[in-house]
């Protein structure tokens, strides 16, 4: 990858970042999380968060863009 490529993919980087952060900091992904099939157990002493469909979407969601971007 040449300096261009790198520079491009760290614009594009940076973009999709401030893009989830908006998204994040104006409550539009409250439902991340909270998912059926994301485990949560909480007691007394401790909580566990298990985001198991969460990050099943993430996952799919971001090999469809990989692959689409090498193509």
């Known amino acids: 990858m040449d300096s ?7 614009i594009v980087a ?3 970042a401030i893009a ?3 998204l994040v900091r104006t409550g539009a992904l409250g439902w991340f ?6 485990i949560r157990i909480e ?5 566990v968060f298990i985001p198991i469909t969460s990050m099943l979407i993430v996952s799919v969601t971001l090999s469809l863009l990989l692959s689409l971007l090498r193509r």
Not at 4 to 10: D, I, K, T, V, Y
Not at 33 to 38: F, I, R, T, V, Y
């Open 33 to 38: 999380g909270n998912l059926p099939g994301d």
């Open 43 to 47: 007691s007394e002493r401790t909580r």
């Open 20 to 22: 989830i952060g908006l």
């Open 4 to 10: 261009e490529g790198l520079g491009r993919l760290l």
């Open 14 to 16: 940076g973009v999709v």
